[in-house]
Protein backbone atom coordinates (compact mmCIF):
# COMPACT_ATOMS: atom_id res chain seq x y z
CA UNK A 1 0.00 0.00 0.00
CA UNK A 2 1.30 3.59 -1.12
CA UNK A 3 1.07 6.02 1.29
CA UNK A 4 1.85 10.05 0.64
CA UNK A 5 1.94 12.22 3.62
CA UNK A 6 2.57 15.90 3.32
CA UNK A 7 4.06 18.18 5.52
CA UNK A 8 4.80 21.77 6.44
CA UNK A 9 1.92 24.02 6.05
CA UNK A 10 0.97 26.08 8.44
CA UNK A 11 0.14 30.08 9.13
CA UNK A 12 2.11 32.22 7.78
CA UNK A 13 1.57 36.63 7.37
CA UNK A 14 1.39 38.02 3.90
CA UNK A 15 4.77 37.74 2.20
CA UNK A 16 6.09 35.52 3.99
CA UNK A 17 7.38 31.73 3.10
CA UNK A 18 6.84 27.78 3.79
CA UNK A 19 8.57 25.04 2.27
CA UNK A 20 5.82 22.02 1.89
CA UNK A 21 6.67 17.98 1.87
CA UNK A 22 5.89 15.05 0.66
CA UNK A 23 6.99 11.68 1.01
CA UNK A 24 5.62 8.50 -0.49
CA UNK A 25 6.95 4.90 1.20
CA UNK A 26 5.35 1.09 0.60
CA UNK A 27 6.78 -0.99 -2.39
CA UNK A 28 7.77 1.83 -4.69
CA UNK A 29 9.71 0.51 -7.92
CA UNK A 30 9.00 3.80 -9.85
CA UNK A 31 7.87 7.15 -9.69
CA UNK A 32 6.82 9.22 -12.43
CA UNK A 33 5.30 12.72 -12.02
CA UNK A 34 4.91 14.34 -8.72
CA UNK A 35 2.77 17.39 -8.12
CA UNK A 36 1.18 19.66 -5.56
CA UNK A 37 -2.33 20.63 -6.23
CA UNK A 38 -4.63 23.16 -3.82
CA UNK A 39 -7.90 23.07 -3.02
CA UNK A 40 -9.64 26.48 -1.22
CA UNK A 41 -12.97 27.10 0.40
CA UNK A 42 -16.04 26.52 -2.12
CA UNK A 43 -13.75 25.92 -5.20
CA UNK A 44 -12.59 22.93 -7.11
CA UNK A 45 -8.75 21.49 -6.38
CA UNK A 46 -6.52 23.35 -9.26
CA UNK A 47 -2.97 22.62 -10.26
CA UNK A 48 -0.31 24.19 -8.42
CA UNK A 49 2.74 22.74 -9.91
CA UNK A 50 4.01 19.28 -11.23
CA UNK A 51 7.53 18.25 -12.03
CA UNK A 52 8.49 15.08 -13.86
CA UNK A 53 11.27 12.00 -13.36
CA UNK A 54 13.54 14.18 -15.80
CA UNK A 55 12.79 17.08 -13.55
CA UNK A 56 10.85 19.16 -16.41
CA UNK A 57 8.09 21.57 -13.94
CA UNK A 58 4.85 23.18 -15.16
CA UNK A 59 3.81 26.08 -12.78
CA UNK A 60 0.18 27.69 -12.50
CA UNK A 61 0.39 30.86 -13.97
CA UNK A 62 -0.83 32.34 -10.29
CA UNK A 63 2.37 30.91 -8.71
CA UNK A 64 4.97 31.63 -11.14
CA UNK A 65 8.01 33.28 -9.79
CA UNK A 66 6.81 32.44 -6.54
CA UNK A 67 6.96 28.86 -6.15
CA UNK A 68 9.50 26.49 -6.47
CA UNK A 69 8.70 22.72 -7.29
CA UNK A 70 11.43 19.88 -6.48
CA UNK A 71 12.15 16.51 -6.12
CA UNK A 72 14.51 14.04 -4.19
CA UNK A 73 14.15 10.74 -6.26
CA UNK A 74 16.00 9.05 -3.72
CA UNK A 75 13.91 9.80 -1.03
CA UNK A 76 10.43 9.72 -2.86
CA UNK A 77 9.89 13.17 -1.60
CA UNK A 78 8.21 16.07 -3.35
CA UNK A 79 9.00 19.45 -2.29
CA UNK A 80 7.06 23.44 -2.69
CA UNK A 81 9.11 26.65 -1.58
CA UNK A 82 6.01 29.29 -1.65
CA UNK A 83 7.49 32.44 -1.19
CA UNK A 84 5.72 36.13 -1.55
CA UNK A 85 2.76 34.22 0.19
CA UNK A 86 -0.80 35.94 -0.96
CA UNK A 87 -3.97 35.55 1.32
CA UNK A 88 -5.42 33.72 -1.67
CA UNK A 89 -2.98 31.26 -1.56
CA UNK A 90 -5.23 29.96 1.81
CA UNK A 91 -6.32 26.41 0.77
CA UNK A 92 -5.53 22.66 1.46
CA UNK A 93 -2.67 21.58 -0.51
CA UNK A 94 -2.48 17.90 -1.83
CA UNK A 95 0.27 15.82 -3.16
CA UNK A 96 -0.05 13.96 -6.12
CA UNK A 97 2.52 10.95 -7.52
CA UNK A 98 1.90 8.38 -10.48
CA UNK A 99 3.53 5.32 -8.63
CA UNK A 100 4.30 1.65 -9.60
CA UNK A 101 4.74 -0.41 -6.93
CA UNK A 102 5.86 -4.53 -7.02
CA UNK A 103 2.44 -5.38 -7.00
CA UNK A 104 0.47 -2.85 -9.31
CA UNK A 105 1.25 -0.85 -12.43
CA UNK A 106 1.23 2.76 -12.65
CA UNK A 107 -1.62 4.43 -10.51
CA UNK A 108 -2.36 8.03 -9.25
CA UNK A 109 -2.03 8.40 -5.68
CA UNK A 110 -3.32 11.45 -3.17
CA UNK A 111 -1.77 12.46 -0.03
CA UNK A 112 -4.38 13.67 2.46
CA UNK A 113 -3.62 17.56 2.28
CA UNK A 114 -1.77 20.29 4.50
CA UNK A 115 -3.80 23.35 5.51
CA UNK A 116 -1.83 26.68 4.53
CA UNK A 117 -3.31 29.65 5.57
CA UNK A 118 -2.29 33.12 4.88
CA UNK A 119 -2.85 36.19 6.55
CA UNK A 120 -3.33 39.72 6.01
Known amino acids: QVQLVESGGGLVQAGGSLRLSCTAS????????MGWYRQAPGKQRELVAT???????NYADSVKGRFTISRDGAKHTVYLQMNSLKPEDTAVYYCNAAIQTIFTRMNSYWGRGTQVTVSS
Open 26 to 33: GSIVSINA
Open 51 to 57: ITEIDHT
